[in-house]
């Protein structure tokens, strides 16, 4: 499944669902869709929802039970939508609307960009999707990447390392990535940092780092994102920074330096320190 990247534009809602509820909904379905799985992308759709691509040469509507049976697609890679940016707005009472501008990949390759307009209605008091309107744009949309989300990114890679997820911890990174750690003998590729954080992995015994701060930045077509970060660990505040590259439609992290922080008044106490 595709890593999400998204900007969001809420705009007021005042039902039983809060702003963030929905747009949180309606990530949890595209994760849900891009798994493939029609048995965890039911329970989003009304038994009488509709599923509907339009164009100019008419509209093609798929009932929930036929859409659900497209989700093979998904769960075998052929298909996947990358959200862009969500808006999110309530319409009547019991009624909100939400656009989702997306990127199509077919086969893994990226083919289109669109949007979903998605209605959400209730019914026996339970909120889900009524019917969806998809339809592709003539020209790309802007895919200008959103900090708030590739500041989930990177905040998730630092948690996957503290639970001990060494997949999603490695699955992140680039076939190419490098790591610069605190130790001067610390340049690691991924396969031989891999090998170096196996065993604190299998022995539960790895690192938790927090986010402090962290600063953005973007290449002019988008392509490639590089930070800078401030972070509470063991050994008080370090500083991060690295590269993030967008292959084949995903976000990877190519580079990653962490360094120990020490104040200049130190400094000289630090080095006699060093030439012990």
């Known amino acids: 499944m595709k890593r999400i990247i998204l900007w969001i ?3 007021p809602v005042s039902n039983l669902y809060s702003q963030l509820d929905i747009v949180e909904k309606t990530i949890e379905f595209y994760a849900a869709l891009n ?3 029609s048995i965890d992308v039911r329970p989003f759709l009304h038994d009488h929802a509709t599923v509907n691509h339009t164009s100019i040469n008419g509209m093609l509507s798929f009932s929930s039970s036929n859409f659900l049976l497209i989700c093979e697609k998904f769960k075998s890679g052929i298909y996947a939508e990358e959200i ?3 808006e999110a707005k309530e319409g009547a009472k019991g009624f909100y609307a939400v656009d989702v501008y997306f990127q199509f990949y077919l086969d893994g390759s990226y ?3 669109g949007v979903d307009h998605i209605c959400w ?3 026996n008091k339970v909120l ?3 019917a969806v309107y998809s339809s592709y744009y003539d020209d790309d949309i802007s895919i200008a990447p959103s900090s708030v989300a590739l500041d989930r990114l990177m905040d998730q890679w630092h948690h996957d390392v503290g639970i001990f997820d060494f ?3 490695f699955d992140f990174m680039s076939e190419g990535f490098i790591f610069l750690g605190t ?4 340049r690691w590729t991924k396969k031989e940092f891999m090998a170096f954080a196996k065993p604190y992995f299998d022995e539960k015994s790895t690192w938790l780092f927090t986010k402090n701060w962290r600063n953005w930045y973007f290449s002019d077509d988008h392509s490639i994102a590089w930070f800078e970060e401030s972070l509470d660990t063991w050994m008080e505040e370090c500083r991060g920074s690295g590269v993030l590259k967008k292959i084949n439609g995903e976000w990877k992290i190519v580079h990653y330096n962490l360094s120990v922080v020490i104040e200049n008044e130190k400094m000289k106490k630090f080095i006699k320190l060093r030439r012990k």
């Open 9 to 11: 534009l809420f705009i």
């Open 35 to 37: 798994k493939g799985d």
């Open 84 to 86: 862009v940016r969500i």
């Open 111 to 113: 083919y289109k960009s």
């Open 121 to 123: 209605t209730y019914k």
């Open 128 to 130: 889900k999707i009524d």
């Open 167 to 169: 997949d999603a911890y």
């Open 183 to 186: 130790d001067p003998s610390e």
